[in-house]
């Protein structure tokens, strides 16, 4: 069970909207519709941004959307803001009642 | 409101065993659709999923870390406990107890950050 493959670091421009991948394997990512999306600032605890691959829970913003294809499944942000510069990380079901972490994303806005 | 606390030491030297205690409020773990777990993250690095518990005790663990690991309940008390024995440098990191409903982590603890040295 290895962790689920992400960019180290994306960045872009106050308005720009971004893409992170978050790739795993046809035994998890692939075969279930259930991939998380966490952001997490300096110091503070992983925040729930997308469940079930695309929804969000009350209080999300708009700008925050997931999707998935294949064994990859991708967070994007839309209309960046400097606020959203943080840690992303990826988490999805790997049968069984386990789990699996991305490696991280560094989301810099410039 | 749902809201968890981890405690614990926060050195530990190599070789012993570190024991959490996740304290919750505002749900039960008595009933099969909730379930705690523990996740760690050494500094400056990725989320490592480690251990869960659900409401019916069932357990799991994270397959390359099994054989250190222990979690249990105590639903009297609404609280989680962790343990990972023989302890190393590579273990030292902020250690969260998160609530999982379904297939999520929607509420987390603080963290703690645990040191493991001599």
């Known amino acids: 069970q290895s962790a689920l493959t992400q960019p180290a670091s994306v960045s872009g421009s106050p308005g720009q909207s971004i893409t992170i991948s978050c790739t795993g394997t046809s035994n998890d990512v692939g075969r279930y519709d259930h991939v998380s999306w966490y952001q997490q600032h300096p110091g503070k605890a992983p925040k729930l941004l997308i469940y079930?691959?695309?929804e969000r829970p009350s209080g999300v913003s708009v700008r925050f959307s997931g999707s998935k294809s294949g064994n990859t499944a991708s967070l994007t942000i839309s209309g960046l803001q400097a606020e959203d510069e943080a840690d992303y990380h990826c988490?999805?079901?790997?049968?069984?009642?386990?789990?699996?972490f991305g490696g991280g994303t560094k989301l810099t806005v410039l | 409101q749902i809201t968890l606390r981890e405690s614990g030491p926060t050195v530990v030297k190599p070789t012993q065993t570190l024991t959490l205690t996740c304290t919750f409020s505002?749900?039960?773990?008595?009933?099969?659709?909730?379930?705690v777990g523990w996740i760690r993250q050494p500094p400056g690095k990725a989320l490592e999923w480690l251990a869960l518990i659900y409401g019916d005790d069932d357990k799991r663990y994270s397959p390359s870390l099994k054989s250190r690991l222990t979690i249990t309940k105590d639903t009297s008390k609404d609280q989680v406990v962790f343990t990972m024995t023989n302890m190393d440098p590579v273990d030292t990191g902020t250690y969260f107890c998160?609530?999982?409903?379904?297939?999520?982590?929607?509420?987390w603890g603080q963290g703690t950050l645990v040191t493991v040295s001599s």
């Open positions: 988490s999805a079901y790997a049968g069984d009642r386990l789990v699996i």
């Open positions: 079930a691959g695309s």
């Open positions: 998160a609530h999982k409903r379904g297939w999520d982590f929607d509420f």
């Open positions: 505002g749900f039960s773990l008595s009933s099969g659709g909730e379930s």
